[in-house]
């Protein structure tokens, strides 16, 4: 059942009406209730006066600016109020326009014009009361927690303003950095996909490039070896194609029940894998040593690890020229050292890679990890990752 109030069309619209207009409709709504003690008089009462009727037309007047110049208006009300009570007879019953300006300066006006008009009406309207023959006390209380009641509306209505402009501002702030997550948590999966693409595929093709340029060197002389070679480019086209497929299908908006079910992502137990894989397909004598007690790590360290190695194990095959590697993983504390070392002669490019080495320090940073590469002194080339361990990572990221 919808409890939405009835007045709620009419507030809506009065909220989009143009200010002058609404105030001019208030304007004439007070003149009118000034108006009525004319019309009608009460019997035995004396009647209005037109001195009195324009003084108290004075009361509604400029109310059409309260909005426009709320202090100036108070002030013009101010004064007609009271010659209105005193001067013409009979004063008014109520102050329909000092009401409205009571409310209307408690809703917008500064603090000390809101304190000072509110203890002049006070003031005022207890003077005017007592210079009036036979006054009851029930008067005076009834006008002034009018005044007070009028004044109090007004404050509770600058209140709301005030709360409801806080909640609209903190939902557009809210909106905003909801926007800049998405738009970083974008950019920072399409900066990953495209650095697992350049890894698979420059890993791929680096190995193909090899063996294809080997097979028809012995085809002829070692036909065995030449099969092995074309089997090997086959394997790491395959390989290639289903890390792809893999990756580009998180690109799809597809419904869950229509995904088929892909492998995991590869991670440290698949370098043993790794390692094998480049130094029968390149030549390379490759050898992994392992040292430390293996720590829990997160899923996409593991993926960062191994993609780091691989991308290492790229730049030797096409780069260095080298006879050997040797992949390295020390395990310590709070973090796994990864390092990947061979003898050839490293990146020409100066403190060069290109994307590889870029690509390599991105995916360090991003695990909360750091990553050096450059010359060793002996000869060769060195890549050094450190990554944190499940429990130090948090720290790490800072």
């Not at 780069?319 to 003898?343: C, I, K, N, R």
Request: glycine share 8%.
């Amino acid at each position: 059942m919808s409890t939405r109030s009835p007045l709620a069309p009419v507030l809506a619209r009065l909220r989009t009406t143009h200010p002058y207009a609404v105030d001019a409709a208030v304007a004439a709504l007070v003149l009118f209730a000034v108006s009525l003690q004319w019309l009608f008089p009460d019997e035995g009462d004396d009647p209005l006066t037109w001195r009195g009727w324009l003084l108290g037309a004075a009361t509604a007047l400029p109310l059409v600016w309260r909005r426009a110049a709320p202090f100036a208006t108070a002030c013009a009300v101010s004064v007609a109020t009271p010659a209105q009570a005193v001067y013409h007879a009979p004063p008014p019953d109520l102050m329909y326009g000092g009401f409205v300006v009571l409310y209307t300066l408690a809703a917008l006006a500064r603090p000390w014009q809101r304190r000072v008009m509110l203890a002049g009406w006070l003031i005022g309207v207890a003077a005017t009361i007592s210079h009036k023959e036979d006054a009851e006390p029930f008067e005076y209380a009834f006008q002034l927690l009018s005044i007070v009641c009028a004044y109090a509306l007004g404050s509770l209505t600058r209140t709301q303003r005030a709360y409801t402009a806080e909640l609209e501002d903190r939902a557009r702030r809210l909106e905003r950095e909801r926007a800049a997550d998405t738009a970083r948590a974008t950019a920072q999966e399409r900066a990953r996909i495209a650095r697992d693409m350049h890894d698979i595929l420059a890993h791929a093709v680096s190995l193909m490039v090899v063996q294809a340029e080997a097979g028809p060197v012995v085809v002829r002389s070692d036909p065995a070896r030449a099969e092995a070679a074309f089997d090997a480019i086959a394997t790491a086209g395959r390989d290639a194609m289903a890390q792809l497929r893999r990756i580009l299908g998180v690109l799809k908006q597809e419904r869950l029940d229509l995904v088929p079910q892909r492998l995991p992502q590869p991670g440290l137990a698949a370098l043993p894998g790794l390692v094998r894989q480049v130094g029968e397909s390149a030549g390379l004598r490759v050898e992994l040593r392992v040292t430390g007690e293996p720590r829990p790590l997160p899923s996409d360290t593991e993926v960062a690890a191994y993609r780091i190695a691989q991308e290492a194990l790229t730049n030797t095959v096409k780069h260095a020229y080298a006879s050997s590697a040797a992949v390295g993983l020390d395990w310590a504390e709070d973090a796994v050292t990864l390092t990947v070392t061979d003898d050839g002669r490293g990146p020409s490019a100066p403190g060069g890679g290109g994307h590889g080495l870029i690509g390599i320090r991105e995916r360090a940073a991003a695990c909360g990890g750091e990553a050096t590469a450059g010359g060793r002194p002996d000869g060769g080339f060195r890549v050094v990752v450190r990554l944190p361990v499940a429990a130090g990572r948090r720290a790490a990221l800072g």
